[in-house]
């Protein structure tokens, strides 16, 4: 099964501030990766699709790069409603796979 | 409104049996794949399977932890998709999500998702 992590795993950041997560695969996987927000007691919500495509009406300040084996999502001005857990996901090969979450609190 | 909506989750002693379902609605169910994700309490996202749509004639995939316990249906005339689980165990108490593929690459839909709560 194709691991991935994600770094980091907890982050405190404060409104405004620029901030990246990575998610690292444990063999390449193209293009093929998603990332997801999700908040307490909610469903996750798809942002980013094929590493880098934004999924229509998530904010253009999300933003994905990547391909292979290491992937970012970039938040470029985080907004109080970003705080939450970010997941990744490889959809490349079965078993689909997630990340294990970086959770984006309010310093 | 495309929507998801799960039902069916509940408490059910190890080795039992449930049968959870997802209802469609607002897209055209018989076009895409489906998918079941699940999140046991305080932890991460875990893939549990998928059925393809009539044209990749309702295959399946599953993921290793449920592979020979459950069984992903769907039946495309009352869009709804289902997932029978058997032989449970205390590791599959979950919060299970219903989900859209859209194209490739894409899972664009969830559900709200209902608990399933395997205990003594």
């Known amino acids: 099964d194709i691991q991935l992590t994600q770094s980091p795993t907890f982050l405190s950041a404060s409104a405004g501030d620029r901030v990246t997560i990575t998610c690292r695969a444990s063999q390449g996987i193209s293009s093929s990766l998603a990332w997801y927000q999700q908040k307490p007691g909610k469903a996750p919500k798809l942002l980013i699709y094929a590493a880098s495509t934004l999924q229509s009406g998530v904010p253009s300040r999300f933003s994905g790069s990547g391909s292979g084996t290491e992937f970012t999502l970039t938040i470029s001005s985080l907004q109080p409603e970003d705080f939450a857990t970010y997941h990744c996901?490889?959809?490349?090969?079965?078993?689909?796979?997630f990340g294990p979450g970086t959770k984006v609190e309010i310093k | 409104e495309v929507q998801l909506v799960e039902s069916g989750g509940g408490l059910v002693q190890p080795g039992g049996s449930l049968r959870l379902s997802c209802a469609a609605s607002g897209f055209t169910f018989s076009d895409h794949y489906m998918d079941w994700v699940r999140q046991a309490p305080g932890k991460g996202l875990e893939w549990v399977g998928r059925a393809r749509n009539k044209v990749n004639s309702y295959t399946t995939e599953y993921a290793a932890s449920v592979k020979g316990r459950f069984t992903i249906s769907r039946d495309d005339s009352k869009n709804s998709l289902y997932l029978q689980m058997n032989s449970l165990k205390t590791e599959d108490t979950a919060l299970y999500y219903c989900v859209r593929r859209y194209g490739l690459g894409r899972m664009d839909v969830w559900g709200q998702g209902t608990t399933v709560t395997v205990s003594s």
């Open positions: 996901q490889q959809l490349q090969i079965y078993p689909l796979t």
